[in-house]
C-alpha cells in the first residue's frame, strides 16, 4: 500500500477500544481515494464530505 | 492545468474579438508572443489575472478598450470579455469575465456593472454545465490559488517585489496553496473533514453530538460539561493561534526595527562628522578674518610704497642728474645767516651793513637754506623714498602668501560644506534612533506580555484538557454500557486513529516533499545561473540564498535582478517538476494528487545576459508541461532560435497606435 505504513500489529487501542488495523488502513485508503476524487470533481461540499467518510467508517466497521 | 486558449474583446488595447489558442502539445509546448514597447505583451499576460480574479497590475484599473470606447454614442453601452479555456483535472473549462461599460453625456466611458464571472464545463455526457455562483471561488481557488497566480503568470518588470516576497512575507495561504499544489490536498482535506479545527463540521465532532443522553441524566450533564470544555478549549486554541499571529506580527516589527536602528546608527556617526565639519569651518571663518586684517594692515602699510616703486624709482634717478637744483650751503641753516647778518661781519672777516653787497648776498642764501632748503626737501625726500623701498620690499610675497593662507582655509570650507550637504541629504531618509528604539521596546514589551498570555492559556488549557480527559472515560465508561454510544465510541476511536495516523504522514511526507522540492529548485537554479548560490526553503516556503563557493561565509546575499529572476524562476519551475511528477503517478504514491502546470512568463529574459537566455530557453520548456511567453523583439530573435524546436505557437503583437494592438498568428 503505496506511502501508508502498515502496522505489523493487527490492533491498536484507543481510548480503551480495540482498533482493528487491517480496517483501518484499509479505511485510510479508501477515504484518500475518495478525497481525491472529490478535489476533481468537487461533488460534495465540505458537509456532504464529512456524511461520506463517516458513512465510509460505519461500513467498515459493522462489516466488522 | 493546460491554458488552451483566451479570447479578448475589447480588453484594454486589443480591439474588438482577437483570440490566441496555446499549444498544448507535448513536445512543442512553448506559445511565444513578441513586440515591441507598448505592443500589449503585459496586457495579454494580465489578461488571465483579470479574467481569474478580477483585477490587474495596471495603474488604470478601467480595462475597456479605449478606442472602442471613443467610439460610442452618449449613452451607448458596450461590454469587456476575457474568455480563458483551459484543462484542469481531465476537464476542459470556460472561465469568463466581462464587464459592461456605458458612456456618459458628457462623452466619459464609465463602468455601468460589477464584472461577472462565469464557469462552465462539459459533463460527461457531453452537456454543459454552469457552476453555481457560490462554488465558483472555490473552483478558482482549485485550478489556480491567488496566493501563486504571480509566479505562475511571472512578471519579470515586477521583479523587484516578487524578490521580496519570495524570501520574506509570504501569507499562510501561500504554504497551504504550494502544499495543495504538490500533491498533498487530499491529506489536508481528509484531516479537515476527520477532525477539523474551528466550528466547521467533522466527522469527530458529529459522532461526539451524535451520543444518545437520553435515559441517563448524568451523561446528559457529562455530554454538556464536555461540550462547554471542548468549546472552551476550542476558544483558548483559536486565542493562542491569535496570539502566535501577533507575536510573529510583533516579532517582525521587532526585526525591521533592530534593522532600522542598526542602519540609522550611522545617522548619529553622521551628526557628530556633521557638528566637527561645521566646528571647523567656524575656526577657519575666524582664521580668515584675521589674515584678512593683516591683510589690510599690511596693505595700508606697504602697498602704496610698494605700487610706486617706479614712480619712485624715476624720481631718484631724475634727482640725481640734477645737481643744480640745489643752491644751499650743506649745514647752514637761516639761524647761522641771521646771527652773522646781527654780528655785522662775516667768518672771513667782510662787514655786513644795511644795503652792501655781503648784506644782499646773505639775504639772497637765506632763501636756499634749511628751513625752506631746496637741498634738505630732497634730502629729506631721498630718506622717504628709500625708507618707503626698504619696507614694501617684501610686500608682494607676504601679501601673496597670505592670501594663498585665505583661499587655502576658503576651499576646505567648500569641501567641508559640500560634505555637510551630502549628510544632510542622508540624514533627510534615516530616522531618529531615539524613536525607534522607543517603538522597539514598545514592541519586545508587547512580544513579552503575549507570551506571558499564551503561557497563561496553555496552562488553563491543560488543566481544562485533565477535566476533559476524566469526563470523556468516564461518558466512556457510561456509553460503553448502551449499544448505541457503545458503537459511536468505536466509530469515534477509528475515525481518531486514522486522523492521528493522517496528522503523523501528513507531517513527514510534508516534509519529504518540501526536501525534494529544495533539491529540484536547487539544481534548476544551479543550470539557469551557475553560480555559487544555494537555496533553502522553510517551513513557510519561504526561499533563504547563501553562498556557497565562499570559505568561511554562510550568511544570507543580497541578489542581483539576474540572480533575483532565476530564484523566482528556480522556485516555480521546481513546484511544477514536482506537481508534473505526482501527476505522472509514477512514484508510487498514491496518495499524492496533482496536476500539470504551464508558466506563463512577462519580460523574463530582460535582465539575463546571453548564456543564461540560452539556458532558461532550453531547460524550462523541458521542466513545464507547457509554456507561454511574452517578449520584447529584441530578445525574441534569440529565445526563437534557442527554442526552435519547442515552439508549438507563435503570435506577434501589432500595435497601430497607442490605443489599438493586434495579435498575429505566425507561421511556426
Known amino acids: 500500500m503505496g506511502g501508508i505504513a502498515v502496522e505489523e500489529r493487527n490492533s491498536f487501542e484507543v481510548d480503551g477500544i480495540k482498533i482493528d488495523l487491517s480496517i483501518a488502513n484499509r479505511l485510510l485508503k479508501r477515504i484518500i481515494i475518495r478525497e481525491k476524487q472529490n478535489i476533481k470533481t468537487k461533488q460534495y461540499a465540505g458537509s456532504a464530505m464529512v456524511k461520506e467518510i463517516a458513512k465510509l467508517i460505519e461500513e467498515e466497521v459493522e462489516c466488522y | 492545468m493546460l491554458l488552451k486558449s483566451l479570447e479578448l474583446k475589447d480588453f ?90 456605458k458612456k456618459d453625456v458628457n462623452g466619459i466611458v464609465k463602468p455601468a456593472s460589477q464584472t461577472t464571472l462565469s464557469i462552465s464545463f462539459k459533463s460527461e455526457d457531453g452537456q454543459t454545465v454552469f457552476e453555481k455562483q457560490t462554488d465558483i471561488e472555490g473552483r478558482i481557488k482549485e485550478i489556480l490559488p491567488i496566493e501563486l497566480s504571480h509566479y505562475f503568470f511571472f512578471d519579470g518588470e515586477r521583479i523587484d517585489k516578487m524578490s521580496k516576497d519570495i524570501t520574506k512575507g509570504k501569507s499562510p495561504d501561500f504554504a497551504e496553496a504550494v502544499r495543495n499544489l504538490l500533491g498533498l490536498s487530499a491529506f489536508i482535506a481528509a484531516m479537515d473533514h476527520l477532525n477539523g479545527k474551528g466550528q466547521r463540521k467533522s466527522v469527530i465532532k458529529s459522532y461526539n453530538e451524535e451520543y444518545d443522553g437520553s435515559s441517563d441524566a448524568e451523561l446528559i450533564r457529562i455530554n454538556n460539561d464536555i461540550k462547554m470544555m471542548e468549546s472552551e478549549i476550542l476558544s483558548i486554541d483559536e486565542r493562542i493561534d491569535e496570539i502566535d499571529i501577533e507575536r510573529e506580527n510583533a516579532r517582525e516589527e521587532i526585526n525591521r526595527l533592530k534593522e532600522q536602528i542598526r542602519a540609522n546608527a550611522e545617522g548619529e556617526e553622521l551628526e557628530k562628522e556633521r557638528e566637527q565639519l561645521l566646528h571647523s569651518i567656524s575656526n577657519r571663518n575666524d582664521r580668515i578674518k584675521d589674515i ?276 523566482i524562476l528556480s522556485f516555480i519551475a521546481g513546484i511544477i517538476k514536482l506537481a508534473k511528477e505526482s501527476t505522472a503517478n509514477d512514484n508510487g504514491d498514491e496518495f499524492l494528487t496533482s496536476e500539470p502546470y504551464p508558466l506563463v512568463m512577462d519580460a523574463p529574459l530582460s535582465a539575463f545576459d546571453k548564456t543564461r537566455i540560452k539556458t532558461v530557453c532550453e531547460v524550462l520548456p523541458n521542466i513545464a508541461e507547457q509554456i507561454i511567453l511574452f517578449i520584447k523583439d529584441t530578445d525574441g530573435d534569440i529565445a526563437t532560435s534557442y527554442m526552435e524546436n519547442k515552439i508549438g505557437q507563435k503570435y506577434v503583437l501589432d500595435k497601430h497606435n497607442e490605443l489599438e494592438s493586434y495579435i498575429v498568428l505566425e507561421e511556426v
Open chain 2, 292 to 567: 584678512k586684517s593683516l591683510l589690510i594692515q599690511r596693505f595700508n602699510r606697504e602697498a602704496p610704497g610698494f605700487l610706486s616703486r617706479k614712480l619712485i624709482q624715476d624720481a631718484l634717478l631724475g634727482l640725481s642728474e640734477s645737481d643744480n637744483l640745489d643752491k644751499g650751503i650743506p649745514d647752514i641753516h637761516a639761524k647761522t645767516i641771521e646771527y652773522l647778518i646781527n654780528r655785522g661781519h662775516c667768518i672771513c672777516g667782510t662787514h655786513i651793513k644795511d644795503s652792501n653787497d655781503a648784506y644782499k648776498h646773505l639775504q639772497d642764501t637765506l632763501k636756499y637754506i634749511p628751513p625752506q632748503s631746496v637741498g634738505s626737501a630732497i634730502n629729506n625726500f631721498t630718506n622717504e623714498c628709500e625708507n618707503r623701498m626698504n619696507n614694501s620690499d617684501l610686500f608682494f610675497d607676504s601679501f601673496i602668501s597670505q592670501f594663498k593662507e585665505i583661499r587655502t582655509e576658503e576651499n576646505n570650507n567648500i569641501e567641508d560644506e559640500e560634505r555637510i550637504h551630502q549628510i544632510d541629504n542622508i540624514l533627510k531618509g534615516l530616522k531618529h534612533v531615539g524613536k525607534l528604539q522607543e517603538s522597539l521596546m514598545r514592541f519586545e514589551k508587547l512580544d513579552r506580555e503575549l507570551e506571558d498570555q499564551s503561557k497563561k492559556l496553555l496552562m488553563k488549557k491543560g488543566e481544562i484538557n485533565s477535566k476533559l480527559n476524566r469526563e470523556s472515560s468516564l461518558r466512556k465508561e457510561m456509553a460503553l454500557k448502551d449499544d448505541n454510544n457503545r458503537r459511536i465510541e468505536t466509530y469515534k476511536a477509528y475515525a481518531l486513529y486514522m486522523y492521528n495516523t493522517l496528522y503523523e504522514m501528513y507531517a513527514k511526507k510534508e516534509n519529504e516533499t518540501r526536501e525534494k522540492l529544495q533539491r529540484a529548485v536547487n539544481t534548476i537554479f544551479k543550470t539557469i545561473y551557475n553560480g555559487g548560490l544555494s537555496l533553502s526553503i522553510d517551513e513557510q516556503y519561504d526561499i533563504q540564498i547563501t553562498v556557497m563557493d565562499y570559505n568561511g561565509y554562510s550568511d544570507k546575499v543580497e541578489t542581483s535582478t539576474a540572480q533575483s529572476i532565476s530564484v
Open chain 2, 12 to 101: 484594454r488595447q486589443f480591439k474588438g474579438v482577437q483570440k490566441v489558442e496555446f499549444s498544448t502539445d507535448l513536445e512543442k509546448n512553448v506559445t511565444i508572443f513578441m513586440g515591441g514597447n507598448g505592443s500589449g505583451k503585459t496586457t495579454i499576460a494580465q489578461a488571465f489575472t483579470w479574467c481569474l480574479y478580477g483585477n490587474t497590475d495596471f495603474n488604470d484599473k478601467e480595462v475597456f478598450c479605449k478606442a472602442t470606447g471613443a467610439g460610442l454614442g452618449a449613452n451607448e453601452r458596450d461590454y469587456v470579455k476575457v474568455t480563458v479555456r483551459l484543462l484542469h483535472n481531465d476537464r476542459e473549462y470556460t472561465i469568463r469575465r466581462e464587464q459592461a461599460y
